[in-house]
């Protein structure tokens, strides 16, 4: 079931890209948009809780988890970026750091460690697996990705306003993505010793 779950918010995304792409002069269509991607986000919490209170929980759930999550992250940071609300750099920030964090993290799990468990010192431990730090940084995510589409809602009032607004959650969650990326990179090391 938390699979599914997890399965099912990429679908949803997919569709509010679509309406997003294919209908841009309806309100409509903007509004489902903005529907399924709350929804699709709200979805990433349950697939979690499902997982526990089911006793579902595996490693392949959990690759799973940050798998959608990088494909739905990312997906919104593409299409923000093709459809010039934002620049070509949000998205490539965000991807680069994805594929440097989950090769490390992916070597980490060989070892039996976990995703944020491999963190050695306390504060890369807090920047990159508490649930402050993560909570914070997918707030300002979440947050951005709807206020850009909010924004574009054909015929909104203050849609500059709002976009601004939007512009710099966008700005303050790359840099979110950054700052919990950098722990990963700087203690890889202990990854790579043990691997050798």
């Known amino acids: 079931m938390a699979n599914f779950v997890t399965i099912f918010r990429v679908f949803l995304m997919f569709i509010a890209i679509y309406l997003i792409m294919n209908c841009q002069t309806s ?9 399924l991607t709350i929804l699709a986000f709200s979805l990433d919490g349950l ?12 490693k392949f759930g959990a690759l799973l988890d940050i798998m959608s999550d990088r494909i739905v992250e990312n997906s919104y940071w593409i299409l923000f970026a ?13 991807i680069t750091r994805g594929f440097i964090t989950d090769t490390i993290r992916s ?49 909104i009032p203050n849609a500059d306003l709002i976009f ?21 990179l700087i203690e890889a090391k202990y990854v790579i010793n043990e691997t050798k």
Do not use: H
């Open 27 to 35: 309100a409509t269509a903007y509004i489902w948009a903005l529907v």
């Open 47 to 58: 697939d979690g809780f499902l997982a526990r209170l089911l006793k579902e929980e595996s």
């Open 82 to 94: 093709v459809m010039g609300w934002l620049s070509i750099l949000f998205p490539l920030i965000a």
């Open 107 to 155: 070597a980490a799990m060989e070892k039996g460690l976990t995703p944020f468990g491999m963190q050695v010192n306390p504060v890369c431990k807090f920047i990159t697996g508490s649930k402050f730090m993560r909570i914070s940084y997918a707030v300002a995510k979440v947050l951005a990705f709807i206020v850009i589409i909010a924004a574009k809602i054909p015929g």
């Open 164 to 184: 601004t607004i939007g512009f710099w959650l966008a700005v303050a969650a790359i840099v979110f993505c950054v700052v919990r990326g950098l722990p990963v």
